[in-house]
C-alpha cells in the first residue's frame, strides 16, 4: 500500500473507461471469490472487524499466496517479531457509506533483529468502474545491515486484469556501489523471475506513472500487468497459482536467506546515510502514494488517522 | 558503443540463432543501404579511411537522424566544442580480415563549456549470423553542471530487428535528489517519449543483460525493440523516420536547453562527489561493455588501442 496508492488515481473514472489494458469487466459475474466484491456488504458486514490476514476480497490463489508469504516471514523470523500494536481503527477502516474498507497489520523488529518492520494491508474499494483491491506485504530492515526490501502488491480492478510488483528494493545508489548489485541482484540471478514471466503472452511490463516510484525499484524489479483478456479469470487464476506463486515465494526465500541474514560491514556514516536515505524514500513515497490517495477513497478523517499510525514507524 | 558493447555477445552465435524476436533474416537481400554491408570490400575499400560521420552502413533514415543530431549539437555547442584530436588509427579502426570496421569521434568541451566531451561511434561486423551495426553518440557534461547525459544508440542486427536506446541519463542518485528528478524529467515530460513508441505493435520495451547497464538509464528512457516482421525493412525506416527521429530531435532539443544551458548550485564537496561517480560510471560502463566486447570483433591489439583512447577522456 505505501508504494502504490498512486494507482487509485487511475483506477478514478474518465482515465478508467479510456485504459484499454485496464478496463473492467462490468457484465462478467464470476466465481465466488470475486462476486464477493459486488456482495460485501452481506457477507462481511460492517459490524465484522476485519484484519490484514482475512484478505476477504481477494480470489482464492491471491489469498493463499499472501497468506503463505506472511507465515513464512512469521515462522522465519519468529521471535525477531514483536507482537501487533496498532489501534483497533487503524486495524481495520472504512469509509462513512462502507463503500471503501481496508485493514493494516504493522509488526516491528526486536532491538537485536535486522527487522525494522513488516507491513500488510489490503484496500477493497467500489469504485463506479467495478471493484478494486490493493495488497500490498512489505519488510523493512533497519541500519544495522544495508540490504534489500521485500515488497509484493497486487492492484486489481476487474478479475481479468491486475498489476503485480514483485522486488527487493535495493537501499543503496546501484551505481556508486556495483558489489552491492552483485551481491544481491547478480548472484541471486533475481532477473530471472522478471524474464519467466515477461513470456507468458497475457504479460506485459508495467511502469507506475510516478517516476519517483519507479526509481525506488530495483533494475529486477517484475513490475508487470497481467491480462488475461478472453482467457477470463480462470487463466488469471492459473497464472498466480503456476507463475507468480513460485516466484513470489522463491524471491521471498531468497530475501530471508540473503538479507535479513546478509549482514554487510559498514562504517558508522554510511549507516547514518542509510537512515537518512531509508527515512526520504518512506516520506515520499507516503507523499506520492497515501497522501495524494487515500483521502480519495475513505475521506480526510480516516486517511490521516491511517497515514499518522505508518508514519510512526516509517518516518521513525 | 560505450553503453552497449556487451550486446555484441547477445549476436554471437549460438544466442542469436535462438534470439527470436532479434534473429536475423539471411534470405532477405534488401536495399541498397542494408545491402551495403554484405558488398561492402567494393563499396568501402580498406584503403579508403573512413570517418565516423560517414556512417556508411546504415539504413538512409537512420544515416539522416544521427547526421542531424551531429550536426544540430556541433551547431548549437559552436566555438564550446574543440576540434578532434584522436590518432587517425582510432578515427578509423578494423580488424585483420576487415570483416569489422569501426570508427569514432571524440570531441572535447572548451574550459568554460558545462561539455566534457561528445563521443560518436559506429561498429559494423559481419558476423555469421549477419551483418551487426552499432551506433552510438553521447554527450557528457563535466562537473560544473550535475545536469543529465545524452545518449542515443542503434543496435542493428537484422533489416527488420533493431534496439533504441534513447535517454538522458541521470548523474544523480534519484532517490536523494528527488528535485533532480523533478526538473530533468518531470518538468520536460520526459517520459511521453518512451510511451508514444512503445504504442506501436512493432515495439517492445528492452531490457539489457547488463543490470549495472540498466541502472545507468533514467526510468524514463527509451529502451526498446523494433521488430518489423513482415513489415520488412520499409516499415522500420517509416517507424525511424516518423516516429523515432521526431523523439530523438525533440530529446535532443530538451538537453541542449536544459541541460547543457540549466546550471545548477552545487557545494564544491557535490562536485567532487560528482566527477567522482562520472569516473566510476565511465569506468564500469567500459569494462562491462568494451572490455569484454571490443577485442572479439577487432583482436585485442585494435581493441586496447581503441579502449585507451576512449579511457583518456571518459577517465580522466
Same mark, same amino acid.
Given at each position: ?9 487511475? =483506477?478514478?473514472?474518465?482515465? =478508467?473507461?479510456?485504459?484499454? /489494458?485496464?478496463?473492467?469487466? !462490468? ?9 464477493? /466484491? ?9 459490524? !465484522? ?37 496498532? $489501534? ?19 509488526? /516491528?523488529?526486536?532491538?537485536?533483529? &535486522? ?7 489490503? *484496500? ?19 541500519? &544495522? #545491515?544495508?540490504? +534489500?526490501? =521485500? ?7 476487474? %478479475?481479468?486484469?491486475? *498489476? ?13 556501489? %556495483? ?8 548472484? #541471486? ?9 515477461? !513470456?507468458? %503472452?497475457?504479460?506485459? $511490463?508495467? =511502469?507506475?506513472?510516478?517516476?519517483? &516510484? ?24 492459473? *497464472? ?8 513470489? !515465494? ?49 475521506? +480526510? ?12 514507524? /516509517?518516518?521513525?
Amino acid at each position: 500500500m505505501v508504494v502504490l496508492l498512486n494507482l487509485i488515481q487511475q =483506477f478514478q473514472p474518465p482515465l =478508467f473507461s479510456t485504459t484499454k /489494458s485496464l478496463s473492467s469487466n !462490468k457484465s462478467r459475474v464470476v466465481r465466488t471469490s470475486i462476486s464477493c /466484491s459486488s456482495s460485501s456488504s452481506s457477507m462481511y458486514p460492517q459490524n !465484522k472487524r476485519l484484519r490484514f490476514i482475512d484478505l476477504p476480497y481477494l480470489p482464492t490463489p491471491q489469498r493463499n499466496l499472501m497468506v503463505d508469504l506472511v507465515s513464512k516471514m512469521e515462522t522465519s523470523l519468529g521471535s525477531q517479531l514483536l507482537p501487533s500494536s496498532l $489501534p483497533l481503527d487503524v486495524q481495520y477502516f472504512e469509509n462513512e457509506s462502507g463503500s471503501s474498507q481496508g485493514a493494516l497489520d504493522i509488526r /516491528s523488529g526486536t532491538q537485536d533483529s &535486522t527487522v525494522d518492520f513488516i507491513l500488510g494491508s489490503w *484496500i477493497h474499494s467500489k469504485l463506479p468502474s467495478g471493484a478494486l483491491n490493493i495488497t500490498t506485504l512489505t519488510a523493512y530492515l533497519n541500519n &544495522t #545491515t544495508d540490504a +534489500p526490501r =521485500f515488497l509484493i502488491e497486487f492492484i486489481q480492478s476487474s %478479475p481479468t486484469s491486475l *498489476i503485480l510488483i514483485l522486488d527487493l528494493p535495493p537501499r543503496k545508489d546501484l551505481i556508486l556501489y %556495483p558489489d552491492y548489485l552483485t551481491t544481491f541482484y547478480n548472484d #541471486t540471478q533475481l532477473d530471472r523471475f522478471r524474464q519467466q514471466l515477461v !513470456k507468458l %503472452p497475457e504479460i506485459q $511490463p508495467y =511502469f507506475s506513472s510516478s517516476l519517483y &516510484t519507479r526509481s525506488v525499484f530495483s533494475t529486477t524489479a517484475v513490475s508487470i500487468v497481467i491480462d488475461c483478456g478472453t482467457g477470463g479469470p480462470d487463466r488469471m487464476d492459473e *497464472i498466480i497459482l503456476d507463475d507468480v506463486s513460485p516466484a513470489a !515465494k522463491e524471491m521471498l526465500d531468497i530475501w530471508l536467506d540473503k538479507c535479513v541474514c546478509g549482514g554487510r560491514d559498514m562504517e558508522e556514516q554510511e549507516r547514518v546515510d542509510l537512515k537518512k536515505r531509508d527515512v526520504l524514500v518512506n516520506k515520499k513515497t507516503l507523499e506520492i502514494d497515501l497522501v495524494a490517495g487515500l483521502p480519495r477513497l475513505f475521506g +480526510p478523517d480516516v486517511a490521516n488517522r491511517v497515514i499518522e499510525a505508518i508514519q510512526k514507524y /516509517s518516518l521513525a
